[in-house]
């Protein structure tokens, strides 16, 4: 027989694991903004003003070229890049099968990769 204790504990497991997977028990480490420039310079070939957004656990950017603003988000280090991939995939999916909301999109690189992984964090530039 199942205990309320033995639930209790299965869940609490569960919803640490999550967090845990999720990348906020680890805290924010920010990444140099003239590395996310050289990044964009030589990953996507764009250069221009960048400014660092306050965030929970990424580090965030606003890239401002060409007349247009970009967000440039990288992953915190204690996030999966299995997380950061699923996350790219539900907005691909929902960019490519409803209107009914607007949803940030993954814009690729010059080699076409979603994804840039530089350290422990994983690079990803969007149109909001």
Not at 18 to 24: A, H, Q, V
Not at 51 to 66: A, G, V
Not at 96 to 120: F, R
Request: net charge negative.
């Amino acid at each position: 027989m199942i205990t309320n204790d033995a639930i209790k504990k299965s869940r609490l497991s569960a919803a640490l694991s999550l967090l845990d997977e999720s990348g906020l028990v680890n805290g924010k480490d920010e990444i140099s903004p003239a590395l996310v420039k050289n990044i964009l310079n030589i990953r996507y070939g764009l250069e221009g003003e960048l400014r660092r957004l306050p965030t929970e656990k990424d580090d965030s950017f606003i890239l401002t070229c060409d007349g247009g603003h970009r967000l440039v988000k990288i992953s915190s280090s204690g996030e999966s890049r299995g997380v950061v991939e699923m996350q790219s995939a539900v907005m691909e999916w929902l960019n490519n099968h409803t209107s009914a909301w607007e949803v940030q999109n993954v814009i690729t690189t010059l080699d076409g990769e979603s994804i840039v992984p530089i350290q422990t964090k994983s690079v990803r530039y969007l149109r909001y």
